[in-house]
């Protein structure tokens, strides 16, 4: 939820929203609506002033003047009545549009729409693309079983089998592993949550054409760790002495993947069910841009440590999301597609969903103010796995384990199939 205020008197915060090109009107539109509440209210504290004023004033009145003073008390409940009812009415409509509106970008983003991001750095040599893309070696070594998966649930689900199932969880004990040498507490989530939670999380009304919904709306699948994980303090005040809190979670995760037919089709870069290590972190204020930055420094170790080539892409103002003052993309170097493709993101929301959440600090003066929140990829599984099957592969047809998940497979090589 953007600072309606500040909308209405910062001209340098309308233009961080206008530079993710919302649609025409809406600002204005918003900041009628929120004038006409304010006098809505203020007419609803008048008449409730006057209205209690007039009901003491039947006690104090002569009897002769009794009458008189009931029928202005009378008169004064209705238009409070119907002042209160057209409050009622405003009051809703300035909650569809506020979040419609997008939290402002950062300065430090740039401008532009989609393939518009700034470059920061890029590591690692691309390598030329291996006997096999990612499909295909996952099909040769029997880990990745498509078929048979689109016979029971559709396209884009898999049968993930043998050592790339082993791949996965030594890559997700890796992972949290370094994560809670970070300070992070691990955090196994529900994946099922409420449409209150989505909207509190900022996912509604905007994501929801991606969510997968339970029960008739009753239930949502979630698409990322982030959302269950963003709840875990709604309606709190943190200590700002305790701040940051870090949480990673583990959780399965699911996306319609509207609006992407016909790309990615091939093996498991892009379906509808995956797993991921998500980080969320809860931060002072007065440090979230600094957390951010660290967010990243992990994305890279993690990357960097598993021998991936990759950049980091600071995302332009109209590709950011709603939520999103600032994001980071890392994209790892896709061999067989000779181009370099998203794997893990992270962003500083600032206090955008922490309105929604009612989740708040104090600072050191005793002043209240709402926490800033920010999350990060450390690990989407699937995605990772296809950019590994690629850089990974022998030469002979087998695949050689990158170095760090060694310790967890109990080898180091994994021989082709005769």
């Given at each position: 939820m953007i600072d309606l205020k500040r909308l209405a008197e910062d001209?340098?915060?309308?233009?961080?929203?206008?530079?993710?090109?919302?649609?025409?009107?809406?600002l204005d539109?918003?900041?009628?609506?929120?004038?006409?509440?304010?006098?809505?209210?203020?007419?609803?504290?008048?008449?409730?002033?006057?209205?209690?004023?007039?009901?003491?004033d039947i006690g104090r009145a002569p009897a002769e003047e009794r009458q008189a003073k009931i029928l202005v008390a009378a008169t004064l409940k209705q238009e409070l009545a119907a002042?209160?009812?057209?409050?009622?009415?405003?009051?809703?409509?300035?909650?569809?549009l506020a979040l419609q509106v997008p939290n402002p970008a950062h300065d430090s983003v740039p401008d532009g729409g989609e393939d518009e991001g700034t470059v920061v750095r890029s590591v690692g040599a691309q390598d030329d693309p291996p006997a096999l893309d990612h499909a295909d070696f996952a099909a040769s070594m029997r880990w990745v079983d498509r078929e048979r998966a689109a016979e029971i649930a559709g396209s884009r689900f898999s049968y993930l089998m043998g050592d790339a199932v082993m791949l996965e969880f030594a890559i997700v004990q890796w992972v949290l592993s370094k994560l809670v040498v970070e300070g992070f507490?691990?955090?196994?989530?529900?994946?099922?949550?409420?449409?209150?939670?989505?909207?509190?999380a900022g996912f509604f009304p905007t994501d929801r054409a991606q969510v997968y919904d339970v029960d008739n709306g009753e239930l949502f699948l979630v698409g990322t760790a982030e959302v269950p994980l963003s709840v875990l303090h709604r309606n709190e005040t943190l200590n700002v002495a305790g701040l940051p809190l870090r949480y990673a979670g583990f959780s399965s995760c699911f996306r319609r993947e509207a609006g992407t037919y016909g790309k990615d089709?091939?093996?498991?870069?892009?379906?509808?069910?995956?797993?991921?290590?998500?980080?969320?972190?809860?931060?002072?204020?007065?440090?979230?841009?600094?957390?951010?930055?660290?967010?990243?420094?992990?994305?890279?170790?993690?990357?960097?440590?598993?021998?991936?080539?990759?950049?980091?892409?600071?995302i332009a103002a109209a590709d950011l999301g709603n939520a999103a003052a600032k994001k980071y993309d890392l994209e790892v170097w896709l061999p067989s597609e000779r181009q370099y493709r998203e794997v893990?993101?992270?962003?500083?929301?600032?206090?955008?969903?922490?309105?929604?959440?009612g989740t708040r600090t104090k600072t050191s003066d005793g002043a209240s103010q709402h926490v800033h929140t920010l999350n990060g990829t450390a690990c989407a599984i699937s995605r990772t796995l296809a950019f590994?099957?690629?850089?990974?592969?022998?030469?002979i047809g087998g695949f050689n384990i990158p170095d760090v998940l060694r310790p967890w497979m109990g080898k180091d090589h994994i021989a082709p199939l005769s």
């Open positions: 001209s340098d915060y309308r233009n961080g929203i206008e530079r993710k090109r919302v649609r025409a009107g809406l539109e918003l900041l009628e609506v929120v004038a006409a509440e304010r006098q809505a209210n203020a007419s609803v504290q008048e008449l409730r002033t006057r209205q209690n004023a007039a009901s003491k002042a209160e009812l057209h409050l009622a009415t405003i009051q809703p409509k300035v909650r569809e507490t691990p955090v196994i989530p529900p994946v099922l949550v409420r449409e209150s939670t989505m909207e509190e089709t091939r093996g498991i870069f892009r379906v509808h069910q995956f797993d991921k290590v998500e980080m969320f972190v809860f931060a002072d204020p007065a440090t979230s841009w600094e957390e951010h930055e660290r967010i990243l420094a992990i994305e890279e170790s993690i990357i960097g440590g598993l021998g991936l080539p990759y950049r980091v892409v600071n893990t993101s992270c962003s500083n929301y600032l206090d955008y969903s922490a309105r929604r959440l590994i099957f690629e850089h990974y592969q022998d030469g």
